[in-house]
């Protein structure tokens, strides 16, 4: 049985997000995959930087 990490986790949510959020809020293919990497970008960095203020909170 397939059991992600929280990061693996995060990583495909933000990957299946952004997908979706390209496709229905842009209207050309290149802006398209720009808004996704974008998009998946700001998942990935906005999770690291609360996960590391979460971790110095706690201590």
Do not use: D, G, N
């Not at 809020?25 to 996960?51: D, G, N």
Request: hydrophobic content about 55%; some cysteine.
């Amino acid at each position: 049985m397939f059991s992600p990490s929280h990061f693996t986790a995060l990583s495909l949510f933000a990957l299946f997000s952004s997908i979706v959020f390209s496709i229905t809020q842009r209207e050309t293919p290149k802006q398209m995959v720009r808004y996704f990497i974008y998009c998946f970008a700001l998942f990935e960095l906005s999770a690291i930087v609360l996960s590391w203020l979460m971790y110095l909170i706690a201590k």
